[in-house]
């Protein structure tokens, strides 16, 4: 805009306000949309990282649960229990895969029984979801 002598400025015209507040609103737009985007990403992880710590806990709770277990000590095929952490329960079942004698050592003059169990656990989720891991018990 250019300006005679007799024209002073009084401030800014309506037009550059409306461009301003166009571009302050925008970036402020964008804030909050890149703000509630890490927010959720943050929550998600958070989710995340609780359900799989969880997770250990529960599958450590199995394993030691089998191996004291009298029921892994005798030949039986299967058996089943349930794990309740934060009030969320984890049903599994363990099926005996193999049993295996241990090696035998170079005075053994009877060939060794067999002393170790593996499992194959299953764990399921309430989310529909299953781990299975294996777990080797010794008679």
Do not use: C, H
């Not at 998600?44 to 089998?66: C, D, M, P, R, Y």
């Not at 599994?92 to 029984?113: C, Y």
Request: glycine share 4%; aromatic share 8%; charged share 20%.
């Amino acid at each position: 805009m250019v300006f005679t002598g007799s024209q002073v400025s009084k401030g800014f015209s309506l037009v550059e306000v409306l461009i301003a507040s166009v571009i302050l609103f925008s970036s402020i737009a964008l804030t909050s949309q890149l703000y509630k985007q890490v927010d959720m990403s943050s929550e998600k992880a958070t989710i995340l990282l609780s359900n799989s710590q969880i997770g250990f806990v529960v599958i450590e709770l199995i394993k030691t649960k089998i191996q004291n277990s009298k029921l892994a000590s005798k030949s039986v095929k299967s058996f089943s229990g349930q794990e309740l952490v934060n009030g969320i329960s984890y049903p599994w079942n363990a099926t005996l895969v193999k049993r295996i004698k241990p090696p035998r050592d170079i005075d053994d003059i009877l060939e060794p029984q067999e002393k170790f169990s593996v499992f194959n656990v299953v764990v399921s989720t309430e989310l529909g979801r299953k781990v299975e891991f294996n777990v080797t018990v010794w008679d």
